[in-house]
Antibody
């Protein structure tokens, strides 16, 4: 079955860095676009970034552009999010998610990993 | 960027009620809209894609409609398992955006 498992979250000081990973299984990773989506405590969902199946197309939300970098390693079935210059407002649960083919929405989500930015 | 506005932000209803949630886009998104259900402490679950297509395994009491800038999610007869928060999401532009959510509570 399809599984997405995030890791790498934790407590980091403002201005610090963190790298999130998402290990996937149960499907051909290299065939799918992937996204990172976050949710601040008690708040709504915020799309962060997505990457095409080959990694050649990438987009970011304005709130993270220039600070976050999405990448993938299709040989390792893994998605990454490098987060630099972290701010308190980046505190959230970060979800790794698979984009279904043909514009059919985001059909699988990981369980999320919590990132807390605090001094 | 395209802004998505959901209404209402919260809603109280009873088991068996018919409920409608609205999502408005700041620009036309054709039918590139999805609806998700989220329960506390859990990841969102896809309900509807392309505005009106039901995701596999989702009960038929859920339905979606609309195109352009105005969309609705309807639950025809609320069940106890349906009390949750619902989000719309547009994926017409390269920068995706979610609505702010509608919390559906038991009356």
């Amino acid at each position: 079955q399809v599984q997405l498992v995030e890791s790498g979250g934790g407590l980091v000081k403002p201005g610090g860095s963190l790298r999130l990973s998402c290990a996937v299984s149960g499907f051909t990773f290299s065939d799918y676009y992937m996204s990172w989506i976050r949710q601040a405590p008690g708040k709504g969902l915020e799309w962060v970034s997505y990457i095409s199946s080959s990694g050649g197309t990438i987009y970011y939300a304005d709130s993270v552009k220039g600070r976050f970098t999405i990448s993938r390693d299709n040989a390792k079935n893994s998605l990454y999010l490098q987060m630099n210059s972290l701010r308190a407002e980046d505190t959230a649960v970060y979800y790794c998610a698979r984009q279904a083919w043909g514009g059919q929405g985001i059909d699988y989500w990981g369980q999320g990993t919590l990132v807390t930015v605090s001094s | 960027d395209i802004q998505m506005t959901q209404s209402p932000s919260s809603l109280s209803a009873s088991v068996g009620d018919r409920v409608t949630i609205t999502c408005r886009a700041s620009h036309s998104i054709n039918n590139w809209l999805a609806w998700y259900q989220q329960k506390p402490g859990k990841a969102p679950k896809l309900l509807i894609y392309k505005a009106s297509s039901l995701e596999s395994g989702v009960p038929s009491r859920f339905s979606g409609s609309g195109s352009g800038t105005e969309f609705t999610l309807t639950i025809s007869s609320l069940q106890p398992d349906d009390f949750a928060t619902y989000y719309c999401q547009q994926y017409n532009s390269f920068i995706y955006t979610f609505g702010q959510g509608t919390k559906l509570e038991i009356k």
